[in-house]
């Protein structure tokens, strides 16, 4: 399943990391990249749930990286293992490192990221070479709110207060020499699950490249409707709730035929629309009217 959560910026020597919660924001670019190093910025976006917030507490950025290789390179199969030692490299000659970025520590709210809008979460330079994970540490912070006012603790889930998403070369977006961006969604409906009295998050993330996925945006209307929109084919799962105008959106649509179902509440029925998808495509879907 898939969500509207995305980040990243990246560079290749040495590089800058940006990470935050913003809309659309380009990010800063860097004309002068020492040499060895290369400038990422990391963006986040998020797959909506019916929270009316979901507050997340951030407290580091680090990615690990195959210093020996080139963000350009392909993958291979054991380059996510904990004891890749960097490809044709043992752990006596190991040229992959760990780089902690400079980011803005703070607690942010995930589903003020959807339809489209997205953050830059961290800035900073890192040593060049191939990106393979990204690590995101929290910290206790964290919070939903099922209504205005009322707000749960958030657990972290598992005794580690960090986790880690695999990054694949593809979901790197060259920008210019030397750098670089991805994407990170947030799918808030994976990654929250109430067990035992509590609400515990165990986040579920997907990274991705902006710049060859495709978008897909409508309106619905009325405004009161407060319709959940699901995408869906046999591969992928994707949602998004509406701002109060009905405008929504989805970014990193993989290329295929979706069913789009757009589930009334406050009394207003449900409909579906049916879209095909081509990679890099902007898909304008006509306002969808529902009815009592």
């Not at 659309?24 to 990422?40: D, F, H, L, Y």
């Not at 709210?109 to 961290?122: F, Q, V």
């Amino acid at each position: 399943m898939k969500t509207v959560t995305k980040w990243l910026v990246g560079t290749a020597s040495a590089s800058a990391l940006l990470v935050f919660f913003a809309c659309n924001k380009s990010g800063s670019s860097s004309t002068n990249i020492p040499a060895g190093k290369s400038q990422m910025s990391v963006y986040m976006m998020d797959d909506p749930i019916e929270f009316t917030k979901v507050l997340i507490d951030i407290r580091q950025v680090t990615v690990e990286i195959d210093t020996a290789s080139k963000q350009s390179d392909p993958d291979y199969s054991d380059q996510w293992d904990n004891n890749y030692c960097g490809h044709g490299r043992t752990q006596a000659n190991k040229s992959v490192i760990w780089d902690t970025l400079s980011i803005a520590p703070g607690v942010y709210d995930l589903l003020s990221l959807r339809n489209g809008t997205d953050t830059l979460l961290a800035s900073g330079l890192y040593s060049s070479g191939k990106i393979l994970k990204l690590q995101i540490t929290l910290g206790s912070d964290n919070s939903v709110y099922t209504d205005s006012t009322t707000s749960y603790p958030l657990e972290v889930f598992g005794p580690n207060p960090y986790f880690t998403v695999n990054v694949s070369r593809t979901d790197v977006a060259d920008v210019t020499n030397n750098q670089f961006k991805l994407w990170m969604d947030f799918n808030l409906s994976k990654s929250i699950f109430f067990w035992s009295g509590e609400y515990l998050l165990k986040p579920n993330i997907t990274v991705f490249n902006d710049v060859v996925t495709a978008k897909v945006q409508g309106t619905v209307k009325p405004g009161n409707s407060t319709a959940l929109i699901t995408a869906y084919n046999a591969a992928d799962t994707l949602y998004a709730v509406p701002f109060r105008g009905g405008q929504y959106q989805f970014r990193g649509v993989p290329v295929g035929n979706y069913t789009l179902n757009f589930k009334g509440r406050n009394g207003y029925q449900d409909t579906t629309f049916s879209i095909a998808v081509d990679s890099m495509k902007v898909v304008n879907i006509p306002t969808i009217t529902l009815h009592k």
